[in-house]
Nanobody, 115 residues
């Protein structure tokens, strides 16, 4: 009964910042990687950023240096710092993690970038 719960989403003006958090709970034996995906209306879900053991990171091209993914292994948490947000960043952001050799998804947190 592993669960991923996202938080930190909300309404922000263009150019603003948000920090998303994802907490993994339950019987956590091992976490190989955690990451963030997003899905906007009418579009497919896409990778935003991921971090693996050894702190190796992978970012989507549209991040363009604006986002930073980080993790706190002791707390089973992953974060996504988002700066210089644009209207096109509006989407539901999902946490994803490979835990105990199984893939888990959170239910998502909505990020709306609008004036």
């Amino acid at each position: 009964q592993v669960q991923l719960v996202e938080s930190g989403g909300g309404l922000v003006q263009p150019g603003g910042s948000l920090r998303l958090s994802c907490a993994a709970s339950g019987s956590i034996g091992s976490i190989v990687d955690m990451g963030w995906y997003r899905q906007a209306p009418g579009k497919q879900r896409e990778l935003v950023a991921a971090i693996t053991t050894g702190a190796t990171t992978n970012y989507a091209g549209f991040v363009k240096g604006r986002f930073t993914i980080s993790a706190d292994d002791a707390k089973n948490m992953v974060y996504l710092q988002m700066n210089s947000l644009k209207p096109e960043d509006t989407a539901v952001y999902y946490c994803r993690a490979f835990i105990n050799k199984m893939l888990y998804w959170g239910k998502g947190t909505l990020v709306t970038v609008s004036s």
